[in-house]
């Protein structure tokens, strides 16, 4: 089957009732998921909806078993030959703070972080420092994507102790060299944790190969439902860990005195887990093994060139990160000279049914930095095609037509950085103009409020 006969596996890309049809370009920040992943949550609840682990009956022995089964799924799609190297949590935000505060840090140590990091490898390390006494490092990326490995070995020289990267860029797509970056790593002492969310859902890893200590990856972004994350730890490393949370499930046995912990993953799992999601989770592996990887990345390139060459003669559009499609292929970010980022989201979900990501998507240092108030982001995925770029061409086209550039500041355009005084509200630069700016397409349905979630 090819990849233009998958659409029909996702439900959420039905035609309507009123004869539309949703153009899903938000994949970065939660893929859609397909109905082999829904059926293998229903039949959880319809068929076995026991506790694993505890009972002795069918119900607890079948969710023991396919939960395992999702274990050893992601073991072979991260490329971990130990399935017990596999922690169920409930998205990398946590698998990040397992690591980041299972460490038994000393004050003074470092650790190394990169200058555009989403806030759940930032927030953490902020809250360390205070508590704990560690210093943050920061190793600046280029715009370009170009890796500066000069800058790298000189910020290990300082003494690491863990380095804590994004694999890809959820603010532009650009990608970093693992191997190169984990080689350094150890050859200076430190440990490696690499954020796999917008890398993990495109292509198999070998993680074992690379070297890499600890990878975090959110269910959510590779088919699979919601509450659903993974930790991917090198069996040593793993063990060193402190669990954030104890009680049923983590122990071998315990006593009104002292109790003893489960081995590694089990002491990380605490309590009744989400089972119909797991589940789901090994369904939604279970689909990307039966894909060809190579073709998956062909298509986000294609669909990426396509926009990107569109807007070349757009002077108004200004796209970040790396300039060749193929270096950030499942993202094109871009800002709107003289509109607001989350005012042109709301124009083409109303007028053209496209679905992109606006606001600074949750590397507000970044943004702050700069004083760029936002921007647009369009993420392709395996169910994307040449139609859903055309609608996202054709309506950032009319969006331009309808709201003329008059008294743009740098916040909009991209250009000339500036320090922010502070967060900006939605809907600001030419908010008012786009609002009147009926797109001739309406979706036909009334204005949402200006949205600025996170990843």
Sequence with gaps: MSLDDRRTDFPALRERPEGTTPVYLDSACMSLVPQSVIDAMEEYYRD?????????????????RR?????????????????????????????????????????????????REHNSNLIVW??????????????????????????????????????SLFQTSNLDGQSLPVREITERAH???????????????????????????????????????????????????????????????TVEWSTLTDHELRPPPFRFEAGLQNYAGVIGAGAAIAYL???????????????????????ADEPRVHLLGPTDPARRPSIAAFTLAGVDAHDAALFLDEGYHVMVRSGRHCVHSWYAERGIPGNVRASFYLYNGTAD?????????????????????????????????????AAGSRGAAVRSARPRHRGGRGRAGSAGGSD
């Design 48 to 64: 076995f909806p026991g506790c694993g682990g505890r009972s002795l009956h069918r119900f607890a022995e079948e969710v023991g």
């Design 67 to 115: 939960y395992e089964a999702s274990r050893t799924a992601f073991a072979r799609r991260l490329g971990r030959s130990d399935p017990h190297s596999i922690v169920f949590l409930r998205n990398s935000t946590e698998a990040i703070n397992l690591v980041a505060q299972g460490l038994a840090w000393k004050p003074g140590e470092r650790v190394l972080i990169s200058d």
């Design 289 to 311: 093994a039966r894909l060809d990887p190579h073709e998956m990345r062909a298509r986000e390139v294609e669909l990426n060139r396509r926009f990107t060459d569109a807007m």
């Design 126 to 163: 902020q809250r360390l420092v205070k508590e704990r006494g560690i210093r943050i490092e920061i190793l600046p990326l280029s715009d370009s994507g170009e890796f500066d490995s000069e800058a790298l070995e000189e910020r290990l020289g300082r003494g690491i102790r863990l380095l």
């Design 389 to 425: 770029v055309d609608a996202l061409i054709a309506g950032v086209r009319e969006l331009l037509e309808r709201v003329p550039l008059s008294g743009t500041s740098a916040a909009t355009t991209g250009s000339s950085p500036r320090r922010a005084s502070g967060p900006r509200r």
């Design 187 to 249: 050859d200076h002492g430190a440990l490696v944790l690499f954020d796999g969310c917008q890398a993990a859902p495109h292509e198999p890893l070998e993680l074992d190969r690379l070297g890499v200590d600890f990878y975090a990856v959110s269910g959510h972004k590779m088919l699979g439902p919601t509450g659903t994350g993974i930790l991917a730890a090198s069996p040593g490393p793993l063990a060193t860990l402190r669990p954030l949370v104890v009680g049923g499930e």
